[in-house]
């Protein structure tokens, strides 16, 4: 198999990350030499073996829907790059 | 008293605990190594005057009581400290400054701990040498130019340099052996869900686990002991009854059965790996355990099983860096093409290389040919181990496919960086506690490591195993305190 350009520029598009034309190139070359790699995995028949979603043989405990943390609003918007008291801010959105 | 920073944690505790050393003494010396070890460039932020304050404040009112009195601790910035920046060697939260405490570092303060820094590491623990950290390589005590291993690589280096007693790592693939194998350490990748991962940046979640990078097996078996709780804070976490690690340590392992699996006697091996591991076996035989072949069939999938599913689980993962809730935010034309060039300014290019692996590999139409694929064969894996299991306790295979390269050497080739963890991540792709104890040096005098892997939540035996064959081995680690003017 082969990842093209257009592929790269689509998979760009879906993760949020710009990419040049020379970024792309890069990224192209590198994905097919991992791509290569991965595709050992088609020696292998898998018709008939359950998907391992998680290690962790448990099934998720259920608890109280309380809440525990109150008024922390200042420590969730410390870290912000920008914001306006209670806020957010990002660029504008609606014309 | 002399040589302090030379002690072991068990030694300093119990210096400690007789009086014979204070935190005060034992902060400082640790400090005052790490102030003239810039060269190893260990670590990303030092806490050195609040650690001498905690220390001060530790000694006017010492509880002796504690597992870790007053001991001076840096530990990976992977781990979310309160007041304290926690940037995951990334760009992208080179400013951030978390509001809450891991638990596992939250166990380690509870115990008497203090915290005297944050240790570099690979970006979001995605890389093998610690190269891709935003804040520069670092070096391995062993050698100049050498790599101390990733991602846990500012931790081995640390602990091999002794700028920190003891430390914590965190392990997706093999993070915290593979280091540990190339600085002369000992170095515990935990069962999953036995230390919680509450406050750890998150990298492969099916994966991560945390775990002690320590001089000695038994210092290893104390720090595990502190650090290994149930927390209701992370859902994966599993509520087992864990050992009284360090108490019940032995070196008696005669009977126990472990197992040798043909197939990591991979392709191009160097002579020198396999007589360290025919060494290994003698060593576990002169301890009156047996050793049987086994076979574990799926192992050579292990890689690329791993680099679908953890990229797979990165790129949903690293989806909340988006420049609006915290970190590093880039200028954008609007809210897309901000978004675009926070990430693409923000993450280095192995973090978005395997973010890129992982949008692809679920995006509609590939999600079945490569994600689901990749957890058939992961589930093939573990059964390898589960059938082995019926007629073994443990399992022995080297730690690692050769001793530490030379910074550089691999950044360019990204299929070769990945198979130093050839041995490492079918251990995390099963859930499976590995450890990884220094065993010999190769002929340029660098160290080699050997793990062992035990069964689901039986730490305590691959640690006795360590233990008994730590006594054997006798290893010294050659550290010529190169980097000290």
Request: glycine content about 6%; proline content about 5%.
């Amino acid at each position: 198999m082969s990842i093209d350009l257009k592929t790269i520029k689509h998979i760009s598009k879906l993760s949020r990350i710009s990419v040049d034309e020379k970024k792309a190139k890069k990224l192209a070359g590198d994905l097919n030499s991992i791509f290569d790699f991965i595709e050992k995995l088609n020696e292998l028949k898998t018709d008939n073996v359950e998907p391992l979603t998680s290690v962790a043989e448990t099934t998720l405990k259920l608890r109280p829907d309380e809440v525990k943390s109150k008024n922390i609003r200042e420590q969730i918007i410390k870290n912000s790059p920008q914001d306006n008291e209670d806020y957010f801010v990002v660029p504008k959105v609606i014309e | 008293m002399s040589d302090i920073t030379k002690q072991s944690l068990t030694e300093l505790v119990e210096n400690i605990k007789d009086k014979k050393l204070s935190s005060t003494e034992v902060t400082k010396a640790f400090i005052d190594r790490s102030e003239k070890s810039k060269e190893l460039n260990a670590y990303i932020t030092e806490d050195f005057t609040s650690a001498l304050d905690k220390a001060k404040k530790f000694d006017q009112k010492p509880n002796l009581d504690l597992k870790l009195p007053g001991i001076p601790m840096a530990v990976k910035d992977l781990f979310c400290t309160k007041d304290v920046k926690t940037t995951a060697g990334s760009k992208i939260l080179n400013n951030f400054v978390p509001t809450y405490e891991s638990t596992v570092t939250d166990n380690i303060w509870r115990e008497g701990a203090i915290l005297i820094g944050k240790l570099n590491c690979d970006e979001f623990a995605m890389g093998s040498s610690n190269e891709t950290s935003f804040f520069g390589n670092v070096q391995n005590p062993i050698d100049k130019d050498l790599v101390p291993g990733g991602s846990s690589g500012g931790s081995a280096s640390a602990v091999a340099g002794q700028l920190t007693p003891i430390t914590i790592g965190t392990d997706t693939g093999g993070s915290i052996r593979q280091p540990a194998s190339f600085t002369g350490t000992v170095g515990l990748k935990p069962t999953y869900g036995s230390c919680s991962r509450y406050g750890i940046v998150a990298f492969a979640s099916s994966l991560d686990q945390a775990g002690p990078m320590a001089q000695n097996v038994k210092d290893c078996a104390l720090l595990q002991e502190v650090i290994s709780t149930y927390d209701p804070k992370d859902s994966t976490s599993i509520d087992f009854k864990r050992n009284q690690y360090s108490k019940e340590l032995t070196n008696n392992i005669k009977g126990k059965k472990i197992g040798i699996p043909k197939e990591y006697r991979v392709d191009g091996m160097p002579k020198e790996i396999e007589d360290l591991w025919q060494k290994g076996i003698q060593y576990v035989k002169d301890c009156g355990a047996e050793t049987i072949d086994i076979s574990l069939p799926h192992t050579s999938y292990a890689l690329p099983t791993y680099y679908i599913v953890a990229p797979a689980e990165a790129s949903s993962n690293l989806a909340r860096y988006d420049g609006v809730k915290y970190g590093f935010r880039a200028k954008g034309e609007n809210l897309i093409d901000m978004y675009e060039k926070t990430r693409s300014e923000g993450f280095g290019a192995e973090v978005q290389r395997r973010i890129m692996i992982g949008t692809y590999v679920l995006s509609s139409g590939y999600y079945d040919a490569y994600y689901l694929k990749a957890q058939k064969v992961r589930k093939l894996i573990k059964n390898d181990f589960d059938e082995a299991y019926k007629k073994v306790d443990a399992i022995l295979t080297p730690s690692t496919p050769s001793s530490a390269f030379k910074i550089g050497e691999k950044t360019n080739d990204p299929v070769s960086m990945y198979l130093n963890d050839i041995f490492t991540v079918p251990v995390n792709l099963a859930g499976l506690p590995g450890i990884s104890i220094p065993a010999g040096h190769d002929s340029k005098g660098y160290p080699l490591g050997l793990q062992i892997i035990g069964k689901a939540f039986d730490e305590q035996n691959i640690l006795n195993i360590a233990f008994a064959m730590e006594e054997k081995i006798n290893f010294k680690n050659k550290i010529s305190n190169w980097w000290i003017k």
